[in-house]
């Protein structure tokens, strides 16, 4: 029990000398600012979202007079997308929370950090949840982007090899969110993100020997999943040495990451002047606009990215206002950290 509720030992340690509830320093919080980008969309089903894919498009026949022609079509597909539930509570005996009469204050600092802890977890499920090996999770950008064998996976056209061979690699990612393109998925008729209840002393707690106690507990929820509309609009710039990109440059020759990027970026479909030049395609169906890609680095490719930038007087590199704050810019598409991507992946081959 001791590993599951708090206890007086536990509350001892958050208290300051004159008895109050000590403001506690996070030091395990970390920066995913993934979570700001995402776009969400109520799903079209109860338990998943269908999306119906172009698969192949009609040809038509060159022909001379008096000559017929075929009849042809179009062909589609559904690619049904799964969402997943992440759920937690936060208990405390009664007794042990009123011990000072500061019973909201040490709850609220109790269950901060359960916000914290899902808010981390989903970070890295958006980039590495896998229902193929853990089927109460769903699926995550990684496991769509696992390949750089374009016979495994279409999406390997937009798999990029950085050259890291080892078990030390990162990625960065370009994440295009858009309705039409990825975006975040929660269960239809309900809410998007993290719902909290306080089931205040309503829901009995019990000892190892099943008797039961007072106590107050907090519950967390958050129903998620995540939809991959257009694969084309979502890059993976896999087997990122961190050995030789670590605090800027361990080697010399570590990876060039501009050059990866700027003889890549162009795979995605649309999108601004600054970024591609190409704002447009044929099809009426491609939407002109509302797709927003953003870079996503750990702060170890963040760190050489800046380096890189310094040393090689990189005009591409600017500053300015994102989401109301001043932000690193490639061209004109926002650089952005996720402390949940990490530097321990194997190679993508």
């Not at 993934?34 to 498009?57: F, M, S, Y």
């Not at 020759?253 to 990866?260: G, K, S, V, Y």
Request: glycine share 8%.
């Amino acid at each position: 029990m001791a590993g599951t509720l708090l206890n007086i030992a536990d509350y001892m340690r958050r208290t300051e000398p004159n008895g109050n509830i000590a403001d506690i320093a996070e030091l395990l919080a970390q920066a995913n600012q993934i979570h700001a980008d995402c776009l969400w969309q109520e799903a079209n089903e109860p338990e998943g979202h269908k999306v119906t894919l172009r698969a192949a498009l009609p040809q038509g026949s060159w022909r001379s007079a008096n000559q017929g022609v075929p009849a042809t079509k179009s062909l589609t597909s559904q690619v049904q997308f799964g969402m997943a539930e992440l759920v937690a509570y936060s208990q405390v005996d009664k007794s042990v929370a009123n011990l000072m009469g500061q019973v909201a204050k040490f709850r609220l600092m109790e269950d901060m950090s359960f916000i914290e802890g899902m808010s981390q977890q989903v970070a890295s499920a958006l980039i590495y949840a896998n229902e193929a090996t853990n089927p109460n999770q769903f699926t995550g950008l990684a496991a769509n982007y696992n390949t750089v064998t374009g016979t495994t996976a279409k999406s390997a056209a937009n798999v990029v090899d950085c050259g890291g061979t080892g078990s030390s690699n990162a990625s960065m990612w370009v994440v295009g969110w858009g309705d039409n393109s990825t975006f975040g998925i929660y269960p239809k008729g309900s809410k998007a993100g993290l719902t909290y209840e306080d089931k205040s002393d309503f829901v009995p707690l019990y000892d190892s020997s099943q008797n039961r106690f007072e106590g107050y507990t907090s519950y967390f929820v958050w129903k998620l999943g995540l939809a991959i509309k257009n694969w084309q609009y979502n890059i993976r710039f896999a087997n990122i040495d961190t050995t030789t990109t670590a605090g800027g440059l361990k080697s010399s020759t570590p990876p060039d990451l501009f050059a990866f990027l700027i003889n890549n970026i162009r795979k995605l479909p649309t999108a601004s002047k600054r970024l591609t030049g190409i704002t447009e395609v044929d099809s009426p169906n491609e939407p002109r606009v509302g797709t927003n890609p953003v870079l996503y680095v750990n702060r170890t490719v963040g760190s050489a990215l800046d380096l890189q930038a310094v040393r090689d007087k990189n005009v591409l590199i600017s500053y300015k206002e994102y989401a109301g704050e001043p932000t690193m810019m490639f061209r004109d598409m926002p650089i952005r950290t996720v402390d949940a991507l990490t530097n321990s992946e194997s190679r993508v081959a």
